[in-house]
């Protein structure tokens, strides 16, 4: 089982700009797959992207794509979520989630959880 701690959230302008990120500790990242998922209030928790940790590869929710970016730093054992142009509707704590192997989309596919960073954007 890994661990994961979120950190990076805070309250932002429309149009700002932030980072979260996600250490793991217990274990690498290595052969895992990496998730960011927001949950804003009274709504499920939705896939904001996925990076599997191997080989890189990204995948993106359309809500977020061409403002987000999801990356990784092996040495570090930290993924990060770099959020651009934020908008009052990305309002939502935000978690990180682990899973062996590729990455999903679904959240009840991932089975190590951080606690979750608050990401507020005021208009």
């Known amino acids: 089982q890994v661990q994961l701690v979120e950190s990076g959230g805070g309250l932002v302008q429309a149009g700002g700009s932030l980072r979260l990120a996600c250490t793991a500790s217990g274990r690498t990242f290595s052969g895992y797959s990496m998730g960011w998922f927001r949950q804003a209030p009274g709504n499920e928790r939705n896939f904001v992207a996925a990076?599997?940790?191997?080989?890189?590869?990204?995948a993106y929710a359309d809500s977020v794509k061409g403002r987000f970016t999801i990356s990784r730093d092996n040495a570090k054992n930290t993924g990060y979520l770099q959020m651009n142009s934020l908008k009052p509707e990305d309002t939502a704590v935000y978690y990180c989630?682990?899973?062996?192997?590729?990455?999903?989309?679904?959240?009840?596919?991932?089975?190590?959880w951080g606690q979750g960073t608050q990401v507020t954007v005021s208009s």
């Open positions: 990076i599997n940790w191997s080989t890189g590869n990204t």
């Open positions: 989630a682990a899973r062996g192997g590729g990455y999903r989309l679904s959240p009840t596919s991932y089975g190590d």
